[in-house]
């Protein structure tokens, strides 16, 4: 099974800044990639594919990058809406996530 | 507008069954992949099971041979049946539709499985 590792766990941060998370996985998954972005209580939302494919609606200071087994989740300048958890998944044999990041306000 | 409404949750024995439901509007059940993730208490996403438009089915190896998911075309509904069910069971369960089987694109709100005694 390919085995999906998020870091930081959880990150600290200011309306405002640049952050980044990464995602590993434990063998290539080409771009076989996705985020989302879960708030409490809600469903998760989708926010890019394929690695760096943005979904529609979604604001463009989220970004994508990455292939094999390394990415990262970046997003410009952090707003107020942003502070929630985000997951990443691999869809290259089945399906799995990461363990989640919590974006938590500094 | 693509809708899906789960229902069937609750709070059941540890051993006992369930069967939850998704109900989808805005799109035919049997023309997508459809999946479920569930959510453990304060845990991440966690996927379950998967039903391909063609009908073949996988599962992820917590689930494999005690859950069953299904789908009936005349009502466009997917279902899990749950046997067996243990305490680690216990979640939140999504039902997800899979984008040319691939990622999770609309999901429902999610429907509460306690397996308690």
């Known amino acids: 099974d390919i085995q999906m590792t998020q870091s930081p766990s959880t990150l600290s941060a200011s309306v405002g800044d640049r952050v980044t998370i990464t995602c590993r996985a434990s063998?290539?998954?080409?771009?076989?990639l996705a985020w989302y972005q879960q708030k409490p209580g809600k469903a998760p939302d989708l926010l890019i594919y394929?690695?760096?494919s943005l979904e529609n609606g979604v604001p463009s200071r989220f970004s994508g990058s990455g292939s094999g087994t390394e990415f990262t989740l970046t997003i410009s300048s952090l707003q107020p809406d942003d502070f929630a958890t985000y997951y990443c998944?691999?869809?290259?044999?089945?399906?799995?996530f990461g363990q989640g990041t919590k974006l938590e306000i500094k | 507008e693509v809708q899906l409404v789960e229902s069937g949750g609750g709070l059941v024995q540890p051993g006992g069954s369930l069967r939850l439901s998704c109900a989808a509007s805005g799109f035919t059940v049997n023309s997508n992949y459809m999946s479920w993730v569930r959510q453990a208490p304060g845990k991440g996403l966690e996927w379950v099971s998967v039903?391909?438009?063609?009908?073949?089915?996988h599962y992820a190896d917590s689930a494999k041979g005690r859950f069953t998911i299904s789908r009936d075309n005349s009502k466009n509904t997917l279902y899990l049946q749950m046997n067996s069910l243990r305490a680690e069971d216990t979640a939140v369960y999504y039902c997800?539709?899979?984008?040319?089987?691939?990622?999770?694109?609309?999901w429902g709100q999610g429907t509460l499985v306690t397996v308690s005694s």
């Open positions: 394929k690695a760096s």
């Open positions: 998944q691999q869809y290259n044999t089945y399906y799995t």
């Open positions: 997800a539709s899979v984008r040319e089987g691939n990622y999770f694109d609309h």
């Open positions: 039903i391909y438009s063609g009908g073949s089915t």
């Open positions: 063998q290539s998954i080409s771009s076989w």
